[in-house]
């Protein structure tokens, strides 16, 4: 299993531009999720799907959508991008055990916004 | 909402020593509490997590505490070795199904040789 595999694992951007992030996992969870990761500010959740054609806003959402057309792939959709936005970004997977939520990230992509 | 707080924000210990990390939380419903270990440019992995209807539990050299009442639990990492350095998260949620994971805001380790 490759587990969580999110693309780019690089990039900068513009001011205003667009983009997606990919993220796609081959354990069959249910539930995926991005983060972003800031000094000092740990994991803060974006938004999740608790399955295919279901997604929630999270913690941090403006500025960001999502989609879930697949049980595999969640990609994440920068709007028009800020300078805030310059961030780490994981994509994330669990299975959703009755017993607990254990996450599986992907490598994280850097995204610096200009 | 759940917030769980974290401290220290910064660790460092001779090699060999022991190094301790505590988090409490808000949400008493609250009954899973993973702990995450990140590698400078690398992903969380997970640990060690512990449930609540156990008040601790062992793997090897790490070892985690909960204290239901108090709301606050802790990882501690004996004979810490260089390997060791690295920023962990401790985190809380509920259990069953999906239920939102809510991370401290993590204590970076420097174990020095």
């Known amino acids: 299993n490759a587990g969580v595999t999110q693309t780019p694992k690089f990039q900068v951007l513009k001011t205003g531009q667009s983009m997606t992030l990919q993220c796609a996992q081959d354990m069959n969870h249910e539930y995926m999720s991005w983060y972003r990761q800031d000094p000092g500010m740990g994991l803060r959740l974006i938004h999740y799907?608790?399955?295919?054609?279901?997604?929630d806003q999270g913690e941090v959402p403006n500025g960001y959508n999502v989609s879930r057309s697949t049980t595999e792939d969640f990609p994440l959709r920068l709007l028009s991008a800020a300078p805030s936005q310059t961030s780490v970004y994981f994509c994330a997977s669990s299975p959703g055990t009755i017993s607990g939520n254990t996450i599986y990230f992907g490598e994280g992509s850097w995204l610096t916004v200009v | 909402g759940e917030n769980v707080e974290q401290h220290p924000s910064t660790l460092s210990v001779q090699e060999g020593d022991s190094a301790v990390i505590k988090c409490t939380y808000s949400d008493s419903a609250s009954n899973y509490f993973p702990w995450y270990k990140q590698e400078l440019g690398k992903r969380p992995q997970l640990i060690i997590d512990i449930r609540s209807n156990v008040g601790e539990k062992k793997d090897q050299r790490i070892a985690v505490t909960l204290n239901k009442t108090a709301k606050h639990f802790s990882l501690h990492i004996t004979e810490t070795q260089p390997e060791d350095s690295a920023v962990y998260f401790c985190?809380?949620?509920?259990?069953?199904?999906?239920?939102?994971?809510?991370f401290g805001t993590g204590t970076k380790l420097q174990v020095i040789p």
């Open positions: 985190a809380a949620s509920r259990s069953g199904g999906y239920q939102k994971v809510t």
């Open positions: 799907s608790v399955g295919a054609g279901i997604t």
